[in-house]
């Protein structure tokens, strides 16, 4: 684990789910990712764009932001339902590197996201045919409710519907957001767990249209799926910023193996010991 200094993320979704958004908020970053083809090999701009302009995509491209070369993002473009071929090659591509022999080609996270400014639509047949064919293994898959932000006008909407006044009553209609946004969570939940192969978890995704938009959150949900320590430190490792996710999961995993050893081993916990763990989580805060 100690050779592997990136962490792979394929970030799957229909088109306009705010992927790259998303990405960029992780990455502190307002620049397009630079492109390298799967042998490291970085790939000219204008060829790629003419690519994406054509309709064409390599899912085996890696992404890389200059501002956070800590993670290497794989990106299965516009993920919908009716594309038989598009599947097969998502499929094939998680398959391969969910168990690659190469430990620096696996992918350790999936981020699927969905959209909320079609909330009728937010389990669609291309995601039940994902969440039911497709075996990722040990690599967690994190659903990402993106573009949150559009419940605020369906709650709007509710109003007007109802006859009543939008002006004044901003409270009522944040409350009637958050109504929203628990019921269509709740019917993911629902309807993706039945699913052979469900999520392992989920994160909600607010302002990412803001240049300072925080998803702190996704990060943590992702290391918390994570069933390996070292994963979950090379994840929290590329936080350059959030010195209090170093300290979260320092002080967690710390505490959980030293319970472990007393419970089950019967072990004394040696003062010294423990304070060259909790360093070693926290040497670049």
């Known amino acids: 684990m100690k050779n592997i200094k990136q962490f792979r993320v394929l970030v799957m979704g229909r088109a306009n789910a705010g992927k790259t958004t998303i990405l960029q908020r992780v990455c502190s970053s307002t620049d397009h990712p630079e492109v ?23 899912i085996e491209r890696e992404l890389v932001f200059q501002s956070n070369p800590g993670f290497v993002f794989h990106d299965s473009c516009g993920f919908e339902a009716g594309s038989e071929k598009q ?19 696996r992918i350790h996270a999936i981020w699927f996201c969905i959209p909320m400014t079609d909330s009728h639509r937010t389990v669609t047949a291309a995601e039940q045919k994902f969440f039911n064919e497709c075996d990722t293994g040990h690599v967690p898959v994190i659903v990402v409710l993106t573009k949150v932000d559009a419940l605020n006008l369906e709650a709007i909407q509710d ?33 993706l767990g039945k699913c052979k192969f469900p999520p392992k978890g989920y994160v909600v995704l607010k302002n990412m249209d803001e240049e300072m938009g925080d998803c702190t959150a996704l990060i943590q949900c992702t290391a918390n799926t994570l069933d390996e320590v070292g ?18 999961f320092a002080v967690k995993v710390t505490l959980r193996d030293v319970l472990y050893f007393i419970h089950k081993e019967g072990c004394h916990v040696i003062a010294k010991e423990l304070e060259s763990v909790l360093l070693s989580w926290l040497q670049d805060v």
């Not at 090659?89 to 391969?96: I, R, T």
């Not at 994963?231 to 979260?248: H, K, N, V, W």
Request: hydrophobic share 35%; no cysteine; net charge negative.
């Open 159 to 191: 109003f007007e519907d109802k006859g009543l006044e939008v002006e004044g009553v901003e409270e009522k209609v944040a409350e009637r957001e958050g109504e929203l946004l628990e019921k269509w969570l709740a019917y993911m939940k629902d309807m």
């Open 87 to 105: 599947f097969n090659q998502v499929k094939e591509f998680v398959v391969e590197h969910a168990v690659s022999t190469s430990i620096k080609q």
């Open 231 to 248: 994963l979950q430190r090379l994840l929290i490792s590329t936080q350059q910023s959030s010195s209090t996710l170093r300290i979260e």
């Open 36 to 58: 390298f083809d799967g042998k490291g090999n970085k790939i000219d701009g204008a060829v790629v764009q003419g690519t994406l302009t054509r309709g064409y995509h390599e």
